[in-house]
């Protein structure tokens, strides 16, 4: 499912309407409180495909965010599951996707008590992978101005959302941008490439 839901040729796109019209994405989400790595590594990532459509976004934007956010370490610490990188990694794309051009995924985000994780993986994370991840979902989540004060209010401010050092790509030892789209100052929505769709 994860690869027939990829990209975006013609059948992806029946597909990723069809497993939301023959209810396969409740199925999906109950999947991700599985205690094997593999099958919730397989599941964020279909998960991640399937979000491209933009009603699928909305239902799991409000319905798996909970579940996704459970698998997430804090900081070094990591969940009962012992997730590997990877799928560690897997679940932050996935999240990345979701809060991608949708306040409202973000906002569910935030209620769902991620931003402690997050940071906690972009200050903390061994993995610069993950630190990576981490570090970009905080960046999107920034960037809606509506949610700035409810964060503000969650005692989170703007160096909370910006890329720690270990996020900056090996040829940025003094922090300024390198290659990599994580040294790019953080974005305002209005600024930018939109997402056509």
Known sequence: ?????AGQWTWSTYIRATVRKEKGLP?????????SDKVVRAVAIALRNLSIDRRNKDLIGSYAMRDLVSNLPSGQQRPAKNLEEDTVVAILNTIHEIVTDSSENARSLIQAQAIEKLVAI????????ETKAASHVLQTVWSYKELRNTLNKDGWNKTHFQPTTAALPKGSKSGKPGYDDTTLPLMEKSQGNKKSG
């Open 1 to 5: 499912l994860q690869n027939l839901s």
């Open 27 to 35: 199925i999906l989400v109950e999947l991700l409180r599985s205690d």
């Open 122 to 129: 972009n200050r903390t994370s061994q993995s610069p992978r």
